[in-house]
């Protein structure tokens, strides 16, 4: 401020009045005055709190980046590990659904030779008078063979142990000497072996019944009990580690998974399968199982004097239960072989300590399978991916078992290892977190200078236009407002925003000009006329007042209800109210969401003439509406000079207003086309056809229809699938449960 020093020193201000004067000036347009003074201390005080307000920004910034870096890569990650186990999951049920497929599959071959078996034999008994264990299965190896090699082994096996009681053992020795020769010629002849090979084995036959020694030399039987004696067996081959042939040889005395399951089976006449290790022509000890099938002296299974005779004993090796189920990118997965019962000893030399768990261990590698060993070598980070089940149950009761027996019965237990899982483990992970980081910082980056140079200039911008938007937004469509502002834009050339006023540019856009006319055609379209009946009477007795009110309370209600359902209001002339589904958006169901639309706007008329009946008298609650819908295309667009508006055209306009007028109270009236809509979206129950073709000026006689009293737009939405947002509109407008005579509530 200036002024002038007086003699004692003081200073003359300038005079309130001139900063009124300055104030004033600056009011009326006149070149403003100085801005107020501000104090340094507060300009930097605001620099200092700006800066930090960067320095707090960066720090978020730098915390966002990393949050989002670190939860892209875990969820990268977990991705991975879920594709991972979902896969594994599937193939290990893949692979156990088909492994006891084919365990079923042979099990039920393997019973039905032994019924083949066994009625073969009844029929022998009966015509030559005798009885078991004095029958040889004829063609044996041929009967065999294909049940033998459906187990997949390399080394197939299927011996016949028949039962021989003691005071049966002389008798049977000798049979064995007269039927031996003939047995062991007709299965060499059929599995191609040379007569000096056979008359060296049978050589090799020990006359008499015989267990094995410690050294595998044959000795007598002498203990008392019954015998499980080896007779048939295919292929005939010689185990190198045996001294003799195994005809009369005992089973139940020199083997002790015989000896386990023989009981069982014998007890319970079911069959009954073991884990163990075999000798692959003596030499490679290979692990793998037996199962024990009873043959019976009948097949009839009601039989009272039914009893086992024989003993079918197939030798599994499990792998080919795992075989050609995987594909060939597919490695890794573990497959665990468990018994309930400890490991028995073979008929080779490997040594199996007592109470031994008998478990196997397969790798399946695509369509292989890979024995690794005789322990469960799974490893134990995979515990919870587990998949286990029964492998082979053959309905063993444990109640039938006898005492110091153990009932085998067979798990699968399938993990999957560290091979299997690193082909799911990527190094996406690191790779979209870095991505995410360069990406995060480079946009970080750009907005912020965009931010710098054009912020405050983007804010004066963004003010005039929400004020013009404001105002155009309730006149025009969003996408008529946007072309109005493109084709201004055209012919403001240069024109800075800020040089231009708000209403000015709306004028300016409204008028005629050179461009096209702002025109669409919208060919699917469905339009909805509702006439208030009786308001022409009822507003003649009425206060202008009581008029608006009315009508601004209906009208705004459907307002409402349409913007809730998706409907265009197009205008309200007089007591008529228009509206349109299916622009400027179009949607695939207008005729749906316009019946919808309508059947609401019809409850909600009669429940507001109920509320209003007191304040604008009681002859407001026959006031009704009348309500056509027609569907086809239309011309829509700006008529642009003065006071333009949206406006409809075309024949869909007066056929929809043709429907509203040749309709009755209360009622929607639609045409043959939004009827056949209505139809194909599955709502025909709810279209009534007219009794009588009604005539439509300009169009002739035109067969229409009523919407079926009783449906609301609830029920129309709920039977055609589709979704609506009513969140502004009135609960009483959607409640179904209010229903009144007349109200589109009610129903026939």
């Known amino acids: 401020m200036t002024g002038r020093v007086n003699g004692d020193g003081s200073t003359n201000r300038l005079s309130s009045s001139s900063s009124k004067d300055a104030s004033s000036s600056s009011s009326s347009g006149k070149a403003p005055s100085l801005p107020s003074y501000v104090a340094p201390s507060v300009a930097k005080q605001e620099e200092v709190n700006i800066f930090r307000a960067k320095i707090l920004v960066c720090a978020i910034l730098l915390l966002a980046v990393t949050l989002v870096a670190t939860l892209a890569y875990v969820l990268v990650d977990q991705q991975e590990q879920s594709n991972f186990e979902n896969r594994f999951s599937g193939r290990a049920s893949e692979l156990l659904l088909l492994a006891r497929q084919n365990a079923d599959q042979l099990v039920q071959a393997l019973e039905g030779y032994s019924i083949a078996v066994s009625s073969q034999a009844a029929d022998y008994h009966a015509m030559h008078n005798t009885s078991w264990p004095f029958y040889i299965i004829p063609d044996f190896s041929i009967r065999t063979q294909n049940l033998v090699e459906r187990t997949g082994s390399n080394s197939p096996y299927l011996g016949v142990f028949h039962i021989v009681e003691e005071d049966e053992r002389t008798e049977w020795e000798h049979f064995v000497e007269e039927v031996n020769p003939f047995w062991y010629q007709q ?78 089976t014998r007890a319970t006449g079911k069959p009954t399968i ?37 003993i079918a004993d197939l030798v599994l090796e499990f792998r080919q239960f795992f075989v050609n189920i995987l594909s060939d990118d597919e490695k890794g997965i573990l497959v665990v072989l468990k018994s309930a019962c400890p490991k028995a000893r073979d008929y080779s030399d490997i040594e199996v300590t007592d109470g031994e768990e008998a478990v196997i261990t397969y790798k399946v590698d695509g369509p292989d399978a890979i024995l690794l060993g005789e322990s469960d070598m799974h490893d134990t980070r995979y515990d919870a991916l587990e998949v286990a089940e029964v ?14 027996t153990c009932a085998q019965a067979l798990t699968l237990h399938i993990y999957p290892s560290r091979e299997f899982e690193d082909v799911f483990h990527t190094a996406n992970p690191i790779i979209y977190a870095s991505v995410v980081v360069v990406i995060f910082l480079f946009t970080t980056l750009v907005f912020g200078l965009y931010d710098f140079l054009v912020g405050r200039r983007q804010r004066k911008v963004m003010d005039r236009i929400f004020q013009q938007d404001k105002v155009v937004s309730n006149v025009f469509p969003t996408a008529i407002r946007e072309r109005l502002y493109q084709d201004q834009g055209r012919r403001d050339g240069k024109r800075s925003a800020e040089q231009d006023d708000a209403m000015d540019r709306l004028d300016s856009g409204l008028a005629m000009s050179d461009s096209a006319p702002l025109a669409d055609l919208f060919t699917n379209v469905t339009v909805v006329f509702a006439d208030i009946a009786g308001f022409t009477a009822w507003s003649s007795a009425r206060e202008p007042q009581h008029v608006f009110v009315l009508l601004e309370s209906i009208y705004g209600a459907f307002d409402r209800i349409a913007h809730g359902h998706g409907v265009f209001k197009v205008e309200t002339v007089g007591d008529c109210y228009v509206a349109a589904a299916g622009l400027p958006d179009p949607i695939q169901d207008h005729a749906v969401v316009a019946c919808k639309f309508a059947c609401d706007c019809l409850k909600k008329m009669h429940e507001m003439t109920r509320k209003m009946e007191v304040s604008l008298g009681p002859d407001t609650t026959e006031l009704d509406l009348r309500i056509g819908i027609h569907s086809g295309q239309v011309t829509a667009g700006v008529l642009r000079g003065e006071r333009c508006r949206f406006q409809l055209f075309g024949d869909t306009m007066n056929t929809a207003a043709r429907m509203e007028s040749g309709g009755e109270r209360n009622r929607i009236q639609m045409s043959q086309v939004t009827a056949d809509l209505m139809k194909k979206a599955g709502l025909s129950k709810w279209v009534i056809p007219r009794n009588h073709r009604i005539f439509v000026k300009g169009k002739g006689e035109m067969q229409t229809y009523w919407m079926k009293k009783g449906v609301s737009g609830k029920k129309v939405l709920k039977a055609s699938g589709m979704k609506s947002d009513m969140s502004t509109v009135d609960e009483t407008s959607m409640d179904d449960s209010d229903s009144t005579e007349g109200a589109s509530s009610d129903l026939d």
Not at 276 to 288: E, I, L
Not at 392 to 402: A, C, I, Y
């Open 274 to 310: 073991g884990l163990a290790s075999y000798s692959v022509n003596g030499t490679t000890p290979v692990p793998g199982g037996q199962i024990f099938q009873p043959i019976f002296n009948t097949p009839d299974k009601k039989a009272k004097d039914r009893k086992i005779v024989a």
């Open 187 to 264: 299965s060499a002849a059929n599995e191609g072996i040379s007569n000096e090979t056979l008359k060296e084995w049978l050589n090799m036959t020990v006359p008499y019944l015989f267990e094995y020694d410690a050294n595998f030399e044959p000795v007598p039987i002498t203990r008392p009990g019954v015998t499980l004696v080896y007779m048939e067996q295919y292929p005939l081959v010689h185990y190198a580690v045996f001294s003799t042939m195994t005809s009369n040889l005992d089973m139940l005395s020199s083997f002790a998974g015989v000896r386990d399951q023989f009981p069982i």
């Open 391 to 404: 492998f082979f149950d053959l309905g063993v009761d444990p109640g039938e078992v006898p005492e110091a």
